[in-house]
Nanobody, 127 residues
Framework: VQLQASGGGLVQAGGSLRLTCSAS????????VGWFRHAPGKEREFVAA????????YYADSVKGRFTISRDNENNRVYLQMNYLRPEDTAVYYC?????????????????????WGQGTLVTVSS
């Protein structure tokens, strides 16, 4: 599946952004989708995920209560709504997808679960 992430930009601390992950050629609802981020000098980090075929969601502790992942099946998209942004949220955000099997819950937190990745979108939060 081909993925395209968009919606990044520059925002002040406390602000909001909505990232979009768009898929082409497949019914996205049949894929598990995750968002990861990579900040300079840091390891790639799990942010949020939604199970394939379901609405069950998972979040990193650092974003719980601030970020929301959701599906838009009609438009073949997955969103990451990011509220109350902090400077430490600054990173390149990637969406990733897996359509194979039925991963267990803990698998959604691991980058290796996802064979398909988008190109990334930069989020910069100023203090």
């Amino acid at each position: 599946v081909q993925l395209q992430a968009s919606g990044g930009g520059l925002v002040q601390a406390g602000g909001s952004l909505r990232l979009t992950c768009s898929a082409s050629g497949v019914p996205f609802r049949t894929y598990g989708v995750g968002w990861f981020r990579h900040a300079p000098g840091k390891e790639r980090e799990f942010v949020a995920a939604v199970r394939k075929g379901q609405t069950t969601t998972y979040y990193a502790d650092s974003v719980k209560g601030r970020f929301t992942i959701s599906r838009d099946n009609e438009n073949n998209r997955v969103y990451l709504q990011m509220n109350y942004l902090r400077p430490e949220d600054t990173a390149v955000y990637y969406c990733a997808a897996t359509g194979t099997g039925n991963p267990i819950s803990s698998s959604y937190f691991r980058p290796s679960t996802y064979p398909s990745w988008g190109q990334g979108t930069l989020v910069t939060v100023s203090s």
